[in-house]
């Protein structure tokens, strides 16, 4: 599969809302599901665009493909701890809970990631303050997965 130019991978677009103070502009396309828990997605971001701000609750394996994605952490107190700058090629792995943002670089990102959930949690959509928006399930992602595509 060519991430770049599938015309047959489904990418939905995400963007903000006005109580996002940041903004909201990136692509998802579900790759894979396994009956084990192990996902695979692709996302691209629109240049100096973000996702929302997040926290994954399983284990993540990401690679940039291509542009830059700059990933800001934060502590759990809600303190920004740095901003990592991830090139294509750059390949990262984390097994605990993270609270983050990514944001595509200047040209924007494609990165691919690949979870490993088996309780079946993926991520907790934030609110600034760190509140949990809506948590995002494997369950979610296979009802998405067998949904029909109109082309």
Known sequence: MDLLSDPDLHWSHFTGTPRFGYPIDYWGAILHVGDDGHLDFAYRWAPNSYCHFHRHLC???????????????????????????????????????????????????????????????????LADDHSVIRTNTVEQVIEAWRRPVAH
């Open 59 to 125: 284990a993540t394996t990401s690679t940039v493909i291509a542009g830059q994605l700059h990933v800001t952490d934060f502590d759990d107190d809600g303190n920004k701890t740095g901003v990592r700058i991830r090139a294509a090629g750059d390949y990262s792995h984390t097994v605990e809970p993270d609270v983050h943002m990514e944001q595509g670089g200047p040209d924007g990102a494609i990165a691919v990631f690949n979870l490993f959930a088996p309780d079946g949690l993926l991520t907790d959509v």
